[in-house]
């Protein structure tokens, strides 16, 4: 089963808790997508930073849902450089790799560490699944 979390506010959590997930209003260092981390602190720390909230969103996929998903994995140098090239072009907030997840370490946050990765769901089926009766929610 895959397990991760998604920093966001109490108004926000409403909404992704009742399956309305919006993959296009979402952007990092990877470009436009909804992102997600492995590890509950890295996402507390995050939204903490983003919005002095600690509200964090859980998501639990079982793993033969996620492995119908399309899935493109960044090494540390390919991560570095796709988010040069990405925040070159100016399209955090737009840029996709044309995959369902882009899964990845996190470069571009030097508090949390090479080891962190995040997830970036960035296709409709991906938005459909995790807001689908398929993925468990909850607020953490």
Known sequence: ????????????????????????????????????????????????????????LKLEILDEHFFELDVRFLTDD???????????LGETRTYLFNKDIVWSPIVGDQMVGKKE??????????EQLLNSDLVKRSQV
């Open 1 to 56: 089963m895959l397990i991760c979390y998604h920093g966001c506010t109490k108004h926000v959590i409403k909404k992704l808790l009742s399956g309305k997930i919006d993959i296009s209003l979402g952007g990092g260092e990877l470009g436009r997508g909804f992102y997600s981390t492995l590890n509950l602190w890295v996402a507390k720390r995050w939204t903490w930073y983003k919005y002095q909230s600690k509200t964090v």
């Open 117 to 126: 990765e995040q997830i970036k769901w960035e296709s409709k089926k991906a």
């Open 78 to 88: 390919e991560a570095i450089k796709y988010r040069k090239y990405i925040k070159y």
